[in-house]
Every structure is written in C-alpha cells, then in structure tokens.
C-alpha cells in the first residue's frame, strides 16, 4: 500500500506525463533585507489545473515569495517563469495572468461592491 505523500507525487507525474502544462516554474528563489534570508533558494512547479497555497509561521517568507511571484519584489537570485514568461524580464506580462487574493482586505467603504471588485481587477 503507498504512504499518503506518494500519492500526491505519483497524481503529479500523471499530470506532467499527461500533457498538463507547467504554469509556474520557479528555481532557486531567494531573497535578503538586511541580513534576513527572507526566502532562500525555493524550487517549485506548479502545473495547470492544480492550486496551490504557503502554510506557515510568522516570519516563513509566504507573504515574500508572494510579492516575489507577482513582481511586487525583486529577486536576489532564481527564476521564476509564469506561462513561460520570464517575469524578471517582463513582469507586466506576467502579471497580466495572475489573480491574487491578498492577505488583507483591499475594499474601499466609499466604492460599491462592483467598484471594489472593477478596482481591485484592474490592479
């Protein structure tokens, strides 16, 4: 019988040798403020059709490597491609694919609920 995480590693290979398209490639992303290593070499793939999210204490660099992945930081090394772009290089482009749900509430009580969502998907 196989352990519950082979599971998920042999779905992931079905998926890569079923044609399912890498969205997100990421290779040796890391990141540094002021003698923090915020972020420190993460490899990640990310194929079309799966989700996928950070779990982890205060101060783990989710929220960093989020703002790394939708060019709101740069990189002090790695890649990170989305779709095949190279988001160093051209992260509007990138960020044009993305939808993002931040970790605090972006509404504005003076907007409608329509005018937030416009709002906030134009960001």
Do not use: W
């Not at 709101?72 to 990138?94: M, Q, T, V």
Request: with cysteine.
């Amino acid at each position: 019988m196989e352990m519950p995480n082979n599971i998920a590693v042999n779905q992931r290979i079905r998926m890569r040798d079923n044609g399912f398209n890498k969205i997100i490639e990421v290779r040796g992303l890391s990141k540094r403020f002021e003698g923090v290593q915020a972020v420190e070499s993460i490899d990640l793939d990310i194929f079309q059709g799966e989700l996928f999210g950070f779990l982890g204490p205060n101060g783990a660099g989710k929220t960093t490597t989020i703002n790394l992945l939708t060019g709101l930081a740069r990189a002090d090394k790695g890649s990170i491609h989305i779709k095949g772009i190279d988001c160093s290089a051209n992260s509007k482009a990138a960020q044009y694919l993305m939808g993002i749900v931040p970790d605090e509430s972006n509404l504005y009580p003076e907007l409608t609920g329509y005018e937030n969502l416009t709002f906030c998907g134009a960001l």
